[in-house]
């Protein structure tokens, strides 16, 4: 029996229905790590019999591909490659596909709940609480205030509707803007700069750029009001952690908020410790809708890379 790797943890730690169209179609599904982020060493241990891999946010290098030998797909339940060698998955005839979309509602819906907790200090309010401690720190509204989007693709956009339904104004940059997309006349696309200088909230929603380097670094925030929000639920590799550190101690940012990190769970305690961060487990596809939608979709891509026509 031909093997399926399945590695999300939404999928390996309990299963899911879904997951029994690939059994169905005759495949045998391994579980590297059920219920946490597969290690490279795991991965290769399985990868050389496998056809077919579910593929969550792991990293998925040229070293390891070139171990699977019979491997004929790699279907993400995201949106995201940057984890994996597209380079090196080409030039070996493996077909890398994606979940465009699937998980977007999920992922925006989170984005726009980091933006009320950090302007409220919702978090913060709440452990005081806890704590025994009546402590009380003034925040600020969101009506009027602008919202910087980096990225505004099917995420973005979502983020902007929820923004401008808030009273928020919206300026947005993408590489690829959409045209038809003008949902008020609160809402703009454009260039970094001015987002950088003219946004109380910046939300990231973009892939990292090609060359590795963070775009929010000290030359990013050394242009932003005194006081923003940065909001990243998108990759920990956008940011320079230190530069965003450092910004929170003296001020110039009034909070950092993050979902995604690059080593998961992070193996760096200082940023998600900080009291003026908050920070959520990659928890923003993880609704019972975006799961069910994304497995979905990975699961019809896996099977029909791999000529299922069931």
């Not at 590799?237 to 009034?254: F, H, Q, R």
Request: aromatic share 6%; net charge neutral; hydrophobic share 45%.
């Amino acid at each position: 029996m031909e093997k399926v790797i399945v590695t999300p943890r939404s999928l390996s730690a309990g299963g899911h229905p879904l997951l029994d169209r690939i059994r169905g179609a005759g495949y045998e599904i391994v579980f590297p790590s059920p219920g946490a982020q597969p290690t490279g060493d795991q991965l290769a241990a399985c990868i050389g019999d496998a056809v077919g891999y579910l593929a969550g946010v792991e990293k998925i290098d040229g070293a390891l591909l070139e171990r699977a030998g019979r491997l004929k797909v790699i279907s993400r339940n995201g949106t995201g490659v940057d984890n994996i060698d597209l380079a090196k998955a080409s030039a070996l005839g493996i077909a890398v596909m994606r979940a465009e979309g699937a998980n977007a509602r999920g992922v925006a819906e989170l984005a726009f709940g980091h933006i009320l907790s950090a302007a409220r200090r919702i978090p913060a309010a709440d452990a005081a609480l806890k704590a025994e401690r009546w402590t009380r720190e003034k925040g600020f509204e969101l009506e009027g205030k602008t919202l910087g989007l980096i990225g505004c693709g099917k995420i973005g956009k979502l983020v902007a509707g929820f923004a401008l339904a808030f009273g928020m104004k919206v300026l947005a940059f993408d590489p690829a803007p959409a045209s038809g997309f003008a949902p008020s006349p609160d809402f703009r696309y454009a260039g970094l700069d001015e987002i950088m200088r003219s946004a109380d909230v910046i939300s990231l929603h973009c892939p990292p750029p090609a060359d590795g380097k963070p775009i929010v670094d000290r030359n990013f925030i050394s242009k932003l009001k005194r006081g923003a929000i940065i909001v990243n639920t998108a990759r920990e590799s956008l940011v320079e952690s230190e530069a965003v550190l450092s910004a929170l101690d003296s001020g110039i940012l009034w909070a950092y908020t993050i979902d995604a990190f690059d080593r998961e769970p992070p193996e760096d305690t200082a940023m998600q410790k900080h009291v003026r961060v908050i920070a959520t487990p990659h928890i923003g596809g993880f609704t019972g809708e975006s799961v069910d939608r994304a497995t979905g979709v990975a699961v019809d891509n896996l099977l029909q890379a791999l000529g299922y026509r069931g």
